[in-house]
């Protein structure tokens, strides 16, 4: 006949901690794996900004404001560039909400390499959300993150988290068209191509560069020039 031991009851209690500690490590692991990926980049900077200056004003392709702006300036930026980021946020962002807006000016984005490189990374994300008609607030995104860039690493992730910090994009197109893009025969590459020549045609040299057109005639200002000297380009093409 065998002898019936009882439980203490330490041991009762050491047997429920495991059974829960078990089921909540099951529970915890099922939520990793049919979770769905997460459409915020903690990191990411400058998305409520980026709303605000950019809400509201027309965009198509590499424009930014009305088809009927008397002045049109065509605006040479590299966004890898740490270098002339703060002077792309002390000029586009005060152009925006004062002109552009307005409907005194339009602005169009060339995208120019401060490298030997024709194009860059960010150029191909930036085009991929101008199919879209946000390829201004990209650029903001990018220059608004270059340190999270140097720490994340440039890559494609970490474009599609900027992507994805801008509302009502659709992010499985701008997936689509950034890889298609990122090919050496692709009509993106030609386009980023046409750009640096364009570049060259013009003489811009290897700094941020706005060229600006109106009934006035034509103006180059090169070498990052600040607001003020963007201005008083403005006003002379008026």
Known sequence: ??????????????LIILVVAVGALL?????MATREASNEYEDVQGGQEMRQIFGGVRQLDDRLGSDDAPVQMQVFLDAQSAT???????????????????????????NRSLTRNATELSFYGIEAAQEQGYGWQFAYLMFMNQDLAKKQGLDEDFLTHLA??????????????????????????????????????????????????????????????????????ISEVQ
């Not at 006949?1 to 050491?14: A, E, I, L």
């Not at 600006?212 to 070498?223: A, E, F, L, M, R």
């Open 1 to 14: 006949m065998g002898v019936f031991r009882q439980r203490r009851p330490g041991q009762f209690r050491t």
């Open 27 to 31: 529970i915890a692991l099922i939520g």
């Open 84 to 110: 002339y980021r703060d002077q792309f946020l002390e000029t586009i962002p005060a152009l925006v909400n004062g002109p552009v807006r307005g409907g005194s000016l339009k602005l169009l984005y060339r």
């Open 164 to 233: 994805e910090t801008i509302e009502n994009m659709d992010i499985d197109q701008w997936k689509q068209d950034f890889e298609e893009g990122n090919q050496p025969d692709s009509a993106m590459n030609a386009d980023l191509q046409a750009q640096d020549q364009l570049a060259i045609n013009l003489k811009i040299r290897d700094k941020p560069a706005v060229v600006v057109n109106g009934p006035g005639g034509t103006v180059t200002v090169q070498d990052a020039p600040d607001l003020a000297e963007i201005q008083a380009a």
